[in-house]
T-cell receptor, first 117, second 111 residues
Framework: GAGVSQSPRYKVAKRGQDVALRCDPI?????LFWYQQALGQGPEFLTY????????KSGLPSDRFFAERPEGSVSTLKIQRTQQEDSAVYLC???????????????FGPGTRLTVT | GDSVTQMEGPVTLSEEAFLTINCTYT??????LFWYVQYPGEGLQLLLK?????DKGSNKGFEATYRKETTSFHLEKGSVQVSDSAVYFC??????????FGAGTRLTVKP
């Protein structure tokens, strides 16, 4: 079946613009995660949803970052008033498991590369 | 907080050489441990995992053993191929499934 998809794959934004990044998880996956991957670094956790509930947003770097998953499927990560330091690859992952499922595999999308000029 | 430290790269090996990429972790409780791989131009893929102490994960000739006493999960392969060239990430998951990743190790295998 289809894997995790993300759109757009590339986004160039001028500093100060708002952007919206979309994630389509694998159908039926309960959990959805957003990560930020800076160049040459490992992914860093941003936020986590179980169905439509955002259970952890401790990794969001500022209040300019906002994520939603209103129907428990597709998710959108929005960044307001983008800054140059927001340039990174934004990864989405989904998993079958709920909160008690440490050890369940996360399936990653290809990422959206955001460049803020 | 929970964290992973892995061997810095880049690592360059000749084909059929032995590979070790070191990974150590810090976590409360009993995390699950993972190795993910990112081939050029592709997304992250799970390579192998281990969910409790002394478990050995294996896939595609790669192995890693969950060592609680040394808080380590080193990745090994006995004979690397050119097609193994990629970036390898060690990761742990201790709560709510969110992953904590190492910085990644770039492996280049030359013919």
């Amino acid at each position: 079946g289809a894997g995790v998809s993300q759109s757009p794959r590339y986004k160039v934004a001028k500093r100060g613009q708002d952007v919206a990044l979309r994630c389509d998880p694998i159908s039926g996956h309960v959990s959805l995660f957003w990560y930020q991957q800076a160049l040459g670094q490992g992914p860093e956790f941003l936020t986590y949803f179980q169905n439509e509930a955002q259970l952890d947003k401790s990794g969001l770097p500022s209040d300019r970052f906002f994520a939603e998953r209103p129907e428990g499927s597709v998710s959108t990560l929005k960044i307001q008033r983008t800054q140059q330091e927001d340039s990174a690859v934004y990864l989405c992952a989904s998993s079958l498991a709920g909160t008690s499922g440490a050890g369940y595999e996360q399936y990653f999308g290809p990422g959206t590369r955001l460049t803020v000029t | 907080g929970d964290s992973v430290t892995q061997m810095e790269g880049p690592v360059t090996l000749s084909e059929e050489a032995f590979l070790t990429i070191n990974c150590t972790y810090t976590a409360t409780g009993y995390p699950s441990l993972f190795w993910y791989v990112q081939y050029p131009g592709e997304g992250l893929q799970l390579l192998l995992k281990a969910t409790k102490a002394d478990d050995k994960g294996s896939n595609k000739g790669f192995e890693a053993t969950y060592r609680k006493e040394t808080t380590s999960f080193h990745l090994e392969k006995g004979s690397v191929q050119v097609s193994d060239s990629a970036v390898y990430f060690c990761a742990l998951s201790a709560r709510n499934n969110d992953m904590r990743f190492g910085a990644g190790t770039r492996l280049t295998v030359k013919p």
